[in-house]
Each structure stands twice: as C-alpha cells, then as structure tokens.
C-alpha cells in the first residue's frame, strides 16, 4: 500500500503549497473553535496560538541544535531500521527553512521500492509535521509508520501533521507502483465504510467533514441504486457536445437519449457482474458488495489478477465515483490535516 505520495515542493512552489495547507489549517482551526464557544479561556489561547503561527511562519524553523534532538527521536521510534539509513537535513532559504528526514528502511529484497530510495519522507515546517511520501515497507507497516510519525510530532510539541492521499491499493501486492494493477485505497475506503483509512486516524478538512454523511449513506445503499448513480455520472460525463447543442432545446428528447444510454450502460454492467462476480447478491448494500469484490481479486491467482476483468470492473466503479460534473464520493484527498492536542 502507498498511502501518500510526495507532493511538489521545490524552492518554486514551495511557498504556495504552504500557503494552501496554512489556509486550510485556518478553515479547520476555526471549525475547532466555534465548537468551543462557551469557553473563553481557550478561545483566548487558541487566538493567541494562532497569532504565534504567523510569526512563525515567516521565519521557517530553526535549528538550534534540533537535528540532534530529531534523530535520537527517530531512531528511538524505528528500532527495526539500521541508523545509518536516516537522513536528516535542515534546508535554509532567504525567507524560509525545514528539516527534512528520509527513511530508507526497506531490505534488500523489498518488493516496494528501491532500497536506495525513501520511502518515507517528512518535512519539519515551523508548528507543522508534513508527510512527503508514506510507503509500508517489510518490517513496519503503514498504520505503524503513520502512527510512529504522529509520535515524532507530538515529541516536539508540533500543532499540525499534514499530508495529501495518494494511497493506492495494487493487486497484486507485488504490482507496486504498477498504475494498471492500482486502485484507489481512499475510494475502497470509503465505499466500505463512508471514511478514507487516514479520516478513520483523524486527518479531515472542512470540506470533507461536511459530505461525511454523504459517503455513509453511499456505501449503505443497494448496490442496485449505487450502479444507477454510477451509470448516471458516466452518462452526463460522455453525452458529446453536439448532443448537448442539439438536444438542449427539448428536454424531452435529451432524457430519452439519456434514458436509452442508461439502459444500454445498466445491461452491459449487469451482464459483467452475472460473468464475472456471479456470487454476489445485487441487493446488498455498497459495502458488503464492494468487500466481496476485493476478496474474491484476492483470490485469483497472482499472475493473472492485474488483467483481470474483475479488477477492471472494480476500478470502472472507483473512477466513475471520483469523475465528472456530479461525483458519486464527495472527498478531497489533498491538504488533510490532524491537530494535536495537548
């Protein structure tokens, strides 16, 4: 599983991409605040809180003798990862710096990545831990990499871990980095339970926080239901331009050529499933159906799991709830936030 990819950072961008997760953090911080409105005493610390922020924020952090502080916590939380293999750096610019740490814990047999290169990559930004890039690697885990990256944030005393979902499933597990063989791991995610795996371990925004009833309801529906709003979204996202010009005029006609591609679109899908996935019981809700799914991919042999029709079938699905004018899933996967508290 990749569960997050590195996002652009280079001297170019990197100011934009920090102004972008700063006001994020705002929208979240506020949320945080008006739930707690009879509370003066925090709201007067949460202001000045946010006031020491901007400071910061125009300085970058500082070294003082940080990186030693950050290594002896490192190699405390990794025990299974020879030292050698961390690399720490504190980069400095004429109005901005981070600490940035490395990890290349993966054996040499790793089937994930290059033992040579991260896979796993923060960045230290004032009151802010940013996760580049998080790859499970034998022996840790993802959810144990995550977790231990919250504890290095919370040893410093940090406000913020940010990150973007990049997370990818691939079947098989051996077909990593192979985008053919990918899925979406937030989609699954949702679709089983109406969370991605990093909102179950607290990491929102504003926006998603506001469709997370949405999703629930999705991934509680029939299936049946759920595969007439799949085949509605892919129809309003292929219906050509000329159509949409000639047919704009009479609403009656532009339903029945919508109505007729619906039908057309609902036969082939229920022909696929009757031929490729003839256990499952249409009826079920999104995700008992979309769970069966992944088991039965599991079940294919290796080699032939990737080109499989039932893999394509499952990332039909997963692309037309992210895709076009009226997405199935409501979710943003970029600038997700968790707050400490202390």
């Known amino acids: 599983m990749s569960a997050a990819e590195p996002s652009s950072r280079n001297k170019n961008n990197l100011n934009k991409s920090r102004k972008n997760r700063n006001s994020n953090r705002n929208n979240n911080s506020n949320n945080n605040n008006s739930s707690n409105n009879n509370n003066n005493r925090n709201n ?38 020879n030292p050698e293999r961390f690399e720490i750096d504190y980069e400095k610019w004429s109005d901005y710096s981070e600490i940035s740490i490395k990890i290349r814990g993966c054996p040499e047999e790793g089937m994930h990545v290059n033992k040579w290169y991260p896979h796993a990559i923060i960045k230290l930004e004032d009151n802010e831990l940013h996760v580049e890039l998080l790859t499970s690697c034998d022996p840790i885990t993802g959810t144990q990499i995550l977790d231990r990256f919250i504890q290095i944030a919370r040893n410093l005393r940090l406000r913020y871990v940010t990150l973007d979902d990049a997370s990818t499933i691939y079947f098989p597990s051996s077909a990593y980095s192979n985008q053919k063989c990918g899925v979406s791991l937030a989609m699954l995610e949702i679709l089983q339970s109406g969370q991605s795996w990093y909102q179950r371990k607290g990491f929102n925004t504003a926006w998603n926080s506001s469709h997370l009833k949405h999703n629930i309801d999705i991934s509680l529906m029939p299936f049946n239901d759920f595969i007439n709003l799949i085949i509605g979204n892919e129809i309003y996202s292929t219906i050509p331009a000329r159509i949409i010009q000639n047919l704009g005029q009479n609403t009656k006609r532009l339903q029945m050529y919508k109505k007729q591609r619906h039908d057309v679109l609902r036969t082939q899908m229920d022909q696929l499933f009757a031929i490729h996935y003839p256990t499952i019981n249409m009826s079920d809700p999104v995700t008992h159906v979309i769970f069966r799914m992944i088991e039965i991919i599991k079940l294919l042999p290796e080699e032939n799991a990737c080109n499989s029709s039932q893999l394509q079938i499952l990332k039909r699905i997963v692309q037309r709830c992210q895709g076009g004018n009226y997405p199935v899933i409501k979710y943003n996967p970029n600038d997700l936030l968790l707050i400490l508290n202390y």
């Open 44 to 81: 007067s610390n949460n202001n000045r809180s946010n006031n020491n922020r901007s400071r910061k924020r125009r300085k970058g952090i500082r070294n003082n003798g940080l990186l030693d502080t950050i290594r002896t916590i490192v190699i405390q939380l990794f025990p299974e990862i």
